[in-house]
């Protein structure tokens, strides 16, 4: 259970680090104008080229293997964007229905139809979708805004050259706890909030000193952790509070890392080719003009975006390691069946570095046995500063006298 909630943590933390307006229809609009399930569909699948992990999947009772509906529909139910009715049918040759197009845009998306509504500025004339409609619908919101997603990457790039940076984080977070499960706590809900203080060195690694205010009291009876990692070659390091001496003490993460620090590296070195493989796929940005932030005009994207299972998502950076496979650990199984993502990032007009960044993480949880969380919500805003200014990162000579946690048979 603590690999998996580990390697969704650093999975997210790691996205988290690095994405022609709707027409009008007349009211003498023919039925020839009409747009059907079946063609929908299959035009946003065809657009965003998903790809398929079970070639013979079973299809609805009234889609035939021979249908050129069928890879779509396979496509469709396997992101859990299509369910179909209770009879065990989709009925593609039904005329789509405005509010159908809404919500299966807005699946792809991540998001619900107002927001489709009121920030994109989608909307249908009447009941029944035009087919000019529907491709408008699906330009505006399934398309990247070239300049934003050219952003996105500039920076990428950009940031890649440097040596180092610094970054302020506050990270709040929900989780929905399972209910049944033995020693289950008497409540519904946890929440938490870190402040975490980070530096970045090129090839040397990280260093994050954290604050969190925790959900319940520690046996010390204290209400806030504090912690100070680093994650270098040797390892990932923790210093923290062990509840039972009351003392801190060193940590070192054994076989539970998902990946090695050689591996994380390398993604952060490739991360643009990671974001093209995203853009107009999983994630999508819109380019919002510019902002004033403390005095400053700095450029303003935003992103949306939705993942349906770990494996997903880690595939995409498996392809990111030079001849390597993605390790095992990483591909196992999280438990995490939908990720949804939303945010805001800002950049310098002039060296096109990071500025600011605010994000929304919305993570459906499976049942497994032992799992004690059914959703998490998380929201993380910070700034990155002191780019090129980081002189080292060293790990201190008392936390190579650390315990290793997570081997077999250790706690």
Avoid: C
């Avoid at 398929?52 to 249908?67: H, Y």
């Amino acid at each position: 259970m603590k690999r998996r909630l580990l390697a969704l943590s650093l999975s997210t933390t790691l996205l988290a680090g690095t994405f022609i307006g709707s027409g009008s229809v007349s009211a003498n609009s023919t039925e020839q104008d009409i747009v059907t399930r079946g063609a929908f569909i299959h035009t946003i699948v065809d657009q965003l080229q998903l790809p398929l992990q079970d070639q013979n999947a079973v299809l609805p009772q009234d889609v035939s293997t021979d249908s050129p509906y069928a890879h779509a529909i396979r496509v469709m139910k396997e992101r859990k964007v299509i369910y179909g009715y209770g009879d065990g049918t989709v009925r593609l040759e039904n005329s789509l229905k405005a509010n159908e197009a809404y919500i299966i845009i807005a699946k792809i998306l991540g998001t619900n139809p107002e927001v489709l509504k009121n920030d994109y500025g989608i909307s249908f004339a009447h009941d029944m979708v035009t087919l000019d409609e529907a491709k408008a619908a699906i330009q505006k919101a399934l398309v990247s805004d070239p300049t934003a997603h050219e952003w996105v990457i500039k920076s990428s790039e950009v940031m890649d050259k440097q040596d180092s940076f610094k970054a302020n984080m506050t990270q709040d977070m929900n989780m929905v706890l399972s209910q049944g499960l033995p020693e289950a706590p008497p409540m519904n809900t946890l929440n938490m909030t870190m402040k975490m203080e980070m530096e970045f060195k090129k090839d040397q690694g990280f260093r994050i000193v954290s604050n969190s205010k925790l959900p319940q009291p520690l046996t010390t009876g204290e209400t806030e952790m504090k912690m100070e990692q680093y994650f270098v070659k040797d390892g990932m390091y923790m210093k923290m509070l062990n509840p039972e001496t009351n003392q801190e003490e060193w940590m070192k993460m054994g076989s539970e890392l998902p990946f090695t620090f050689d591996q994380m590296m390398e993604m952060q070195k490739n991360s643009v080719a990671y974001n093209q493989q995203m853009n107009n796929k999983y994630v999508f940005y819109r380019d919002l003009g510019t902002e004033v932030i403390d005095g400053k005009e700095m450029q303003k994207v935003s992103l949306q975006g939705r993942f349906t299972s770990m494996q997903e998502m880690l595939s995409l950076a498996g392809n990111l390691f030079s001849g390597q496979e993605m390790p095992a650990a990483m591909m196992e199984e999280t438990g995490l069946e939908e990720l949804r993502m939303s945010g805001f990032m800002w950049f310098d007009l002039e060296t096109k570095l990071p500025t600011k960044l605010s994000m929304q993480m919305d993570l459906e949880l499976a049942e497994m046995p032992n799992q004690p969380i059914e959703r998490m919500e998380m929201k993380m805003s910070g700034t990155y500063t002191d780019f090129n200014q980081v002189d080292s990162i060293v790990l201190p000579e008392e936390a190579k006298q650390a315990k290793v946690i997570g081997a077999a048979g250790q706690e």
